[in-house]
């Protein structure tokens, strides 16, 4: 199955500075990457996705690349904001099949002011 | 509006007892998924649905059965509690089709003694 592998497990900026997760996927049939906010004692929520198709996306202050010859995609926040404290979990998926989502383990990301 | 409840949103629960969390969605998602959360895994998929009378293991099924007998619900249910199953347990649907988007609910804090 799929195994999803994300790095680091925590990060530490300060306000207004950029912060860069990384996670890597091993199911080179995976074509769906979703990145979840999770905020403390708070449910998931997607803030952005990619599928295969395309290299890079942004909304706002948020962007997502994918490199699927290497089977990696990062996460990148610019000018982060307290608000911006929270878990961040990246995900694959084979879309259109399986449609299940497998998990990287969280990076604790802590905006500091 | 549109939601996904999860019930009870705490339960304390001895080894042995069998305990039974309910995940109720009014979206009319045909796909339905139970995680747990744990420190340092992430989301880790127990059980999954993609319709009725549909069910799947998921990477964590030992343990856990779930029925799904009508397009809104998805129990979860621990047969016989055990203490490594003290967890975070989060209940989520997405519509499928074009998106594998997943709509968490607001999770269920399960603490077996």
């Known amino acids: 199955g799929e195994n999803v592998e994300q790095h680091p497990s925590t990060l530490s900026v300060q306000e207004g500075d950029s912060a860069v997760i990384k996670c890597t996927y091993s199911?080179?049939?995976?074509?769906?990457f979703p990145w979840y906010k999770q905020e403390l004692g708070k449910r998931p929520q997607l803030i952005i996705d990619?599928?295969?198709?395309?290299g890079e996306k942004k909304d706002q202050r948020i962007a997502v690349t994918l490199n699927k010859t290497a089977k990696h995609f990062s996460l990148h926040i610019t000018e982060t904001q307290p608000e911006d404290s929270a878990v961040y979990f990246c995900?694959?998926?084979?879309?259109?099949?399986?449609?299940?989502?497998?998990f990287g383990s969280g990076t604790q990301l802590t905006v500091l002011p | 509006d549109a939601e996904i409840t999860q019930s009870p949103r705490h339960k304390i629960t001895e080894t042995g007892r069998q305990v039974t969390l309910a995940c109720h969605q009014t979206?009319?998602?045909?796909?339905m998924f139970w995680y747990r959360q744990d420190l340092g895994h992430g989301l880790r998929l127990i059980h999954y649905?993609?319709?009725?009378?549909?069910?799947n293991k998921g990477e964590v099924s030992d343990g856990y059965s779930v029925s799904r007998s009508n397009t809104e619900d998805l129990p979860l249910t621990l047969e016989s509690a055990a203490s490594s199953q003290t967890s975070v347990y989060f209940c989520?649907?997405?519509?499928?089709?074009?998106?594998?988007?997943?709509?968490f609910g607001p999770g269920t804090r399960l603490t077996v003694l």
């Open positions: 989520a649907s997405s519509e499928g089709g074009p998106t594998n988007e997943q709509f």
């Open positions: 199911d080179s049939a995976s074509n769906y």
């Open positions: 990619i599928r295969s198709n395309v």
């Open positions: 995900a694959a998926s084979i879309r259109g099949s399986a449609r299940q989502l497998t």
């Open positions: 979206w009319n998602h045909n796909n």
């Open positions: 649905s993609y319709g009725v009378q549909d069910t």
